[in-house]
């Protein structure tokens, strides 16, 4: 059974961090994406940033890019998301997630949340 913890969220002022981590449980598989997505409230939810489990390639929406970097603990078998520069429109639940597909795939940002599998729970960020 696989299962997704997230943690980290919480409420901080505009131009502070924090960082999100996921805890993956029951399943390793060295050809994952793994990928943050956020809802803000009364919106759909969006892609945020992902990495492929092989290499470490990633890939940023143009929001993230600068100000987030994702990365990943093979041994922990835990994705982190550093969220720096915060701003009131990150404000949302923060969702990661797992799914099986090429490097290439994930790295380019082609995916969507249909090719991810296993989903966290999500966590609260706040940003005011």
């Known amino acids: 059974h696989v299962q997704l913890v997230e943690s980290g969220g919480g409420s901080v002022q505009a131009g502070g961090s924090l960082r999100l981590s996921c805890a993956a449980s029951?399943?390793?598989?060295?050809?994952?994406?793994m990928a943050w997505f956020r809802q803000a409230p009364g919106k759909d939810r969006e892609r945020v940033a992902a990495?492929?489990?092989?290499?470490?390639?990633?890939f940023y929406t143009d929001s993230a890019k600068g100000r987030f970097t994702i990365s990943q603990d093979k041994v922990k078998n835990t994705q982190y998301l550093q969220m720096n520069s915060l701003k009131p429109e990150d404000t949302g639940f923060y969702y990661c997630?797992?799914?099986?597909?090429?490097?290439?795939?994930?790295?380019?940002?082609?995916?969507?949340?249909?090719?991810?599998?296993?989903w966290g729970e999500g966590t609260q960020v706040t940003v005011s």
């Open positions: 990495i492929h489990a092989f290499d470490g390639s990633t």
């Open positions: 997630a797992i799914g099986y597909m090429a490097r290439a795939y994930c790295s380019s940002g082609s995916y969507s949340e249909a090719d991810f599998k296993y």
């Open positions: 029951g399943y390793t598989y060295n050809r994952n994406c």
